[in-house]
């Protein structure tokens, strides 16, 4: 349930009806916008009586809320939520770019890598440390090291690391990661959605191969209602019948997640075609599209990589496809990458 409340309300009469609400054992989410304050009730509302809310006159409006994400949902928050990772803000006309290998190989590779993407103007340094794969004898990632490696790579370069836990077992070594990803396979993994929820972090939450929207968004709840609102949520391509690309590009996912919530979306063209050459015209359709970055897998030597070889670019070709990016961000009302 919303209550929209006029901002030139008594703030004595305001405070009276939260704690009111407050005392009906709801929780309350306040939203304050130019016009108006929106407060967000969470819990069962099945007790609250809208006629005697909306008789107050400090009231504008009650709605029911029938969806089943409320934090997440713009009604809760009309406006854009945006994301500050180290100054670098992620949602509203921001534009983000967050580029890295799939996983972190060596301390030779990921500094190399990170120095490239940072000269094309990357906003954030990708890497796996844990890698999910579908095989348990394909590379797992350098695990603990891994970690220690971006962090000197961050070090080096400035950039904010992003990079993706698969157990709560393992959350102590990602103190210092700027970005926590949850992986396509771990979207539903809700025991660890609710330990990232407690962090504070950032939190990059990536779709399920099979999942739909609403789940992607009930997901982003279970995050939320642990106190975490930075939540980015990222589309990565899902499971169709189509075999020529590894998965297929939801495009659609940018303006219908950007109507339902307040949360930054970002795409990933790489794991939603598997393909290099792919990468750069799916980026520039996601840019068209009002995605508010993108997350890309550049490698200093795509043949050589131990994992996601032939979707990653080259240094090359991420600088060229950073530049028609940047071309592309005033038409569609952007701010540069920043
Ligand atoms: C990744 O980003 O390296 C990754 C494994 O992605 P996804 O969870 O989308 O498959
Ligand atoms: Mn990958």
């Not at 789940?215 to 391509?237: K, T, W």
């Amino acid at each position: 349930m919303i209550i929209v409340v006029k901002n030139s309300c008594d703030k004595k009469q305001y405070e009276n009806l939260v704690e009111w609400v407050k005392d009906l054992g709801l929780d309350v989410h306040e939203s304050h916008g130019q016009t108006s304050t929106v407060l967000g009730l969470v819990g069962d509302t099945s007790r609250v009586d809208i006629d005697l809310i909306s008789s107050l006159d400090i009231v504008e409006q009650v709605q029911r809320v029938q969806e089943p994400y409320k934090n997440a949902n713009r009604k809760f928050h009309p406006e854009d939520t945006i994301v500050d990772v180290g100054g670098h803000k992620i949602g509203g006309d921001n534009f983000t770019v967050i580029a890295g290998p799939c996983s972190v190989e060596s301390e030779s590779q990921i500094i190399e890598v990170a120095k490239a993407v940072k000269a094309s103007g990357a906003s954030m340094l990708r890497g796996g440390a844990f890698k999910p794969r579908t095989s348990p004898y394909a590379f797992q990632g350098l695990k603990d090291s891994g970690i220690e490696l971006l962090l000197k790579a961050k070090q080096e370069t400035g950039l904010p690391i992003v990079t993706e836990l698969l157990s709560v077992n393992h959350l102590d070594l990602f103190r210092d990661v700027d970005v926590i990803q949850i992986g396509a396979r771990n979207m539903q993994n809700f025991e660890l959605l609710k330990e990232v929820g407690k962090t504070g972090k950032p939190i990059l939450l990536k779709r399920g191969l099979a999942n739909t929207l609403q789940e992607l968004l009930m997901s982003a709840e279970y995050i939320m209602a642990e106190g975490d609102c930075q939540v980015i949520l990222c589309e990565r391509g899902i499971r169709t019948f189509e075999t020529m690309t590894r998965n297929t590009l939801d495009l659609s996912a940018v303006p219908v997640l950007k109507d339902k919530t307040h949360l930054p979306i970002i795409i990933d063209p790489s794991h939603a075609t598997g393909i290099a050459k792919l990468v750069e015209p799916m980026s520039l359709a996601a840019v068209g599209a009002g995605t508010d970055g993108l997350i890309i897998e550049v490698h200093n030597d795509p043949k050589r990589a131990l994992c996601d070889g032939a979707q990653s670019l080259d240094p090359m070709q991420f600088n060229t496809l950073m530049g028609k990016i940047q071309t592309m961000l005033p038409i569609v009302g952007r701010k540069n990458v920043n």
